[in-house]
């Protein structure tokens, strides 16, 4: 069993999809990833930064669900980092409708001392910068780095990103960032050119159309599960990346082999995500659905053929 | 061993791609349908029409792959069916330039007479009466009837198309189509609504993302094979097609266990399909090729979870 160190934005969202709208509700990248790695019963802490709004009832589901919230500074006087979006119908695409950065403007993560020998690190999508600083705080070269990140900083900090990107094991982007980030179409050619980037394992994420993994040259593909309706995507992936993150830390296996089933395991927990408003479907999550919902990506999936 | 027969255009195909241009070339639905069920050494049979422009040398491609042409009828005065279409940047989407029906626009399928005991019967895409009628031929009810179509016949001959949908066994559709056809979103709940049409298995191609195969309550998966490269998508759904019904026709086993395999090699026949222009691909496509090929769909999708 592995320690896990999260970084990532704990937040407030507004979300409006086809299906109705919210007003704020508990949201952002760790909460997300802490959530789904929950799943594992692992030693996690989430670093972070909130608000006097920030509700003491979600920092104690937080808790409740194993997390270490030692590391997630509340300034009293400050507000939480509050979201707002809006999905079109297709689910597949979305506006910003307000960013407030508040209190994640000044942002400078602490880790907290009993995690610094933590052996994995969850970097979820914040700036390059504040990223790194995580790596800084650890005591050792943690065994197994992972660094989610997007488009935004692609625009807005690229020498920033590239440096984080140098630092880290494993890297999580979607299909469009790394087209972006590449400038390659092929999802091959642009895994490719990001390994040499510094990444030796790559996931790209293609929403409701899986996730591949990559690592030298062999390539694993996981489908997201068929599901009856998508009812809110957000946090789908940051979801799939503490399933990942989670799994791993678990099994403290970092193989190739181990890794595929991290992917499935993230896939698992981000199709249950995406059933309900926010994180709610993620709380209280039990083992058995996860385990049943295991069992149909196996029907899913596998197959037996000779090969002559 | 099944008997196939194989219903569909045998044409020319002028392609133009962000990789190059092609003059007219070996194209049609039952060309790649046939050229990727030559892969099994199964008795398949082409129904079909063509001109008297159409090359001798392409009609004895087709008797060297071990189909028989005999029902492939030859309007000496007429020309062979035409089609020109040019791909976006993205390889997803494409215009069709032209189409010169020629030939086609009088086809009256003749099943020849040692094929009408066939036990599986491919549909490609034509006028679902077109596809009634072969049906209307044959001495028995087939085993397995397999339905290929596409949108133009949802606008255009919509209730015939519902007639052909309700009596064949299985379908294969784009997501895109399949959405169009029973006006629901999720894929899960439109293959539902397509099983109440008729066909007890419901092929939904998602084309670079993969294919889905639902019967009853089952689903199974099977993505596209990440390629470095996507030179021409053209005929890739029905090489799909092809590879589907081929090795059903081998295996003579139309269970959905089989099935699934089916689905792996549709999809395996497919990424070769695509490296290059038209048929050109599946032209001495050899054994071994195959084979290596399918080791990597089993390296790209299989894992191993102890589920506890």
Redesign the interface.
């Known amino acids: 069993m592995s320690k896990l160190v999260i970084v990532g934005t704990v937040a407030f969202d507004a979300i409006e999809t086809p299906f109705g709208k919210t007003d704020k509700i508990l949201g952002g990248a760790a909460t997300f990833i802490g959530l789904a790695a929950s799943q594992f019963h692992v030693d996690s802490a989430i670093v972070s930064i909130v608000g006097g709004d920030f509700p003491d009832s979600y920092l104690s589901l937080l808790k409740e669900n194993h997390i270490d919230i030692s590391g997630i500074e509340i300034v009293k006087e400050g507000k939480t980092f509050f979201w707002s979006g809006k999905y079109h119908?297709?689910m597949n695409s979305r506006d910003t409708l307000s960013t407030e950065l508040n209190v994640l403007a000044d942002f400078k993560p602490k880790v907290p001392e009993n995690y610094k020998d933590a052996n994995i690190v969850m970097l979820g999508n914040l700036h390059p910068l504040t990223q790194i600083s995580v790596l800084e705080q650890m005591n050792q070269r943690p065994k197994l780095v992972i660094l989610d990140t997007m488009n935004f900083w692609m625009d807005n900090a690229l020498s920033d990103l590239k440096e984080v990107i140098s630092k880290v094991d494993v890297i999580t982007i979607n299909d469009e960032e790394a087209r972006q980030l590449t400038g390659e179409?092929?999802?091959?050619?642009a895994a490719r050119k990001i390994n040499e980037m510094g990444p030796k394992y790559v996931v790209i994420k293609?929403g409701e159309?899986?996730a591949?993994l990559f690592h030298d040259d062999?390539?694993?593909?996981a489908?997201a599960l068929?599901?009856?309706?998508?009812f809110d995507p957000t946090g789908a992936g940051d979801t799939f990346a503490g399933g990942f993150a989670g799994y791993l830390a678990k099994t403290n296996d970092v193989s190739f082999?181990n890794m595929?089933?991290a992917v499935?395991?993230g896939s698992t927990l981000a199709s249950f995500c995406v059933e309900k408003f926010g994180a709610e479907r993620m709380i209280n999550l039990e083992h058995g659905e996860v385990?049943r919902r295991?069992?149909q990506f196996?029907?899913?999936?596998?197959?037996?053929?000779e090969?002559?």
Do not use: A, M, R
Not at 185 to 189: E, H, K, Q
Not at 218 to 221: A, S
Not at 226 to 230: A, H, S
């Open positions: 119908n297709d179409y092929s999802l091959l050619v293609k159309h899986g591949l062999n390539v694993f593909f489908p068929p599901l009856e309706e998508v082999e595929k089933n499935i395991y385990h295991l069992q196996k029907d899913l999936t596998q197959f037996e053929i090969l002559t």
